[in-house]
């Protein structure tokens, strides 16, 4: 298979239009457009039923404790784990595209439902866990929403878009299933996967 994300070039910056977080006006970040960026892709195995989408950050800092901290610093030598940023599964088997904006165009506060959407059905990210003791956008957050690494990490961060194409038509999911749980559903599905990695940080020594 073959993969081509919109604006992003393979180990690439990821342009802020596709953020969560932006750099602010004197502050180290602000909310950013969060769009998400358009998916095209071919060369798809005869016997593809169904896709999924995932995005995944391994670049996240394990222990919280220190994230955004004036006068701290995250060491990119610390723990890291996994961080889902767009889940969606049985995506019919006809589709080659995602459109840009489709399934995000802008930070919405407290989420978006998951479920079935135009796209397919929507799965929830990690920003669910990341914001749910914030009074004003804590929530179960479907769909995509962009990157927002910590401004205080020494670690560039690593976002995944990967297409798997899968042999039916679904998995099975429902509810506000995670991106694990929509990886384990996989096993034993997937006929060919295609990925393209962006990069992006918000710490100012290291943004390009």
């Known amino acids: ?47 593809t039923r169904s896709f999924a989408v995932v995005v995944v950050d391994p670049d996240v800092p394990g222990d919280p404790s220190d994230v955004n901290q004036q006068d ?9 784990v996994d961080f889902f940023h ?5 995506i019919p088997g006809e ?3 995602i459109g840009e904006g489709e ?16 796209i397919g059905l929507r799965g929830i990210n990690t920003f669910t866990d990341f ?23 020494e670690r560039v961060h690593h976002y995944h878009f990967t297409v798997y194409a899968l042999d039916t038509e679904s998995l099975g999911l429902a509810g506000e299933f995670t991106g694990d749980e929509a990886l384990k559903a996989m096993e034993g599905h997937i006929l060919d996967q295609a990925t393209v ?8 020594d290291l943004r390009q």
């Open 72 to 80: 701290k610093t995250l060491p990119s030598s610390m723990a890291r």
């Open 103 to 118: 399934d995000s165009d802008g930070v919405t506060p407290k989420g978006k439902a998951p479920g079935q959407t135009s």
């Open 1 to 47: 298979m073959k993969l081509t994300v919109q604006g992003i070039k393979d180990q690439q910056p990821i342009p802020e239009t596709f953020a969560f977080g932006v750099p602010g006006d004197g502050e180290p970040m602000t909310l950013g457009p969060n769009r998400n960026p358009a998916l095209t892709w071919s060369d798809v195995p005869d016997k």
């Open 86 to 90: 767009w889940v969606v599964v049985d």
């Open 95 to 97: 589709t080659r595209a």
């Open 131 to 153: 914001l749910a003791s914030d009074p004003d956008m804590g929530g179960t957050y479907g769909g995509y929403d962009g990157p927002c690494p910590p401004w205080n990490d």
């Open 197 to 204: 990695t962006g990069t992006y940080t918000l710490n100012a």
